[in-house]
């Protein structure tokens, strides 16, 4: 079992998220679904890809999540003459000791890090994170170094303003756990951020309510959430199904559906289960797999959305067996 001591350690381990996510809304407010999605993220030890509008709060919500969970935040602001070093640092040759000397880059010194308009950057400089993405780990001149732990990369682009901006390469993008977009406050929301800020930054408020080595055990217990073979038979007949769409050119990875049952079983954690349900595939399947289909050049009347939305319909959930006690058919 999971949970031992289930109530006790489930209502500890419930107490500690919701700190968090307090301390953030006191900056990102009436975006707590996508604060929640984030956290999930984290819990599933994945990357997020934030796209939208300049000025929503961003880099906000990025900073005040480190400070929550007590993460080390490194922030690079990608613009065209960010190198690949500059990330996964290099080697300088000392004269006293007449050999060379790895000197780390922004990448080697985060838990959190930060890339700020990623698609402003040149494909070889954001290639450079593939690597510490995928084994949390950079290779210079010849010699592996582990990243810190945890490593997560939040990444931001602008869907307004792309004059020398480069589209993400699939590969790239693939990388990313989730796609998420804040949107903008309505209008309580945005009159509470006013008067918040008349005297001072919300963010120096934010404090500390986890530390990271907390942060790796929620982990740990993430990883061992059950998926009973019914919810991953869902997972594979989805992620099938979007292969063999008419309108789809590229369909789910097999990475993507791993990414599946990771953020599904976050979810299912962060709702205070040891078990996943098809329910949970559902309420993270677009965030987790849109930005992973591409559709054929003459599928113009159709949308990505749609096409998920589609397969969400036709494919049979599995809660509707009544596998799942309690959970609504």
């Known amino acids: 079992m999971l949970f031992s001591l289930l109530g006790e350690v489930t209502g500890l381990m419930q107490s500690q998220l919701e700190s968090v996510i307090r301390e953030t809304e006191k900056v990102i407010i009436g975006k ?11 819990l599933a030890e994945g990357h997020v890809l934030l796209n939208d509008v300049p000025g929503v709060g961003k880099t906000t919500l990025a900073v005040a999540l480190s400070r929550a969970v007590g993460l080390a935040f490194q922030r690079v602001q990608f613009t065209p003459d960010v190198l690949p070093s500059d990330l996964v640092g290099f080697s300088m040759y000392d004269k006293n000791s007449g050999e060379f000397v790895y000197r780390p880059g922004a990448i080697s010194h985060a838990n959190l890090l930060l890339g700020d308009e990623i698609n402003r950057a040149t494909s070889k400089t954001q290639s450079a994170l593939l690597e510490a993405m995928e084994e949390r780990q950079v290779t210079v001149d010849g010699k592996t170094y582990p990243t810190e732990r945890p490593f997560i990369v939040i990444a931001t682009e602008n869907s307004v303003g792309t004059a020398g901006t480069q589209f993400l390469p ?24 006013l008067r918040d800020r008349q005297a001072e930054n919300p963010l120096d408020s934010v404090a500390c309510v986890m530390e990271k080595d907390e942060l790796i055990a929620l982990q740990r217990e993430v990883r061992a959430v059950t998926v009973k073979d019914a919810v991953l038979d869902y997972i594979t007949r989805l992620t099938m199904a979007s292969r063999a769409h008419e309108a789809v ?31 949970d595939v559902q309420a993270v399947f677009k965030d987790v797999c849109a930005h992973r289909v591409l559709l054929k050049e003459n599928a113009r009347e159709a949308s990505v959305e749609q096409v998920l939305e589609e397969l969400l319909k036709k494919v049979e959930n599995p809660d509707r067996k009544g596998l799942f006690p309690g959970i609504k058919k």
């Open 170 to 193: 699939y590969a790239q993008l693939d990388r990313f756990l989730v796609r998420l977009s804040l949107g903008y406050p309505d209008y309580e929301a945005q009159m509470t951020m």
């Open 249 to 279: 050119e590229v369909g789910i990875s097999p990475r993507g559906a791993l990414f599946l049952n990771r953020m599904a079983k976050a979810g299912a954690y962060l709702d205070g289960r040891d078990y996943v349900t098809g329910g």
């Open 32 to 42: 707590r679904t996508v604060i929640e999605k984030i956290l999930m993220t984290l």
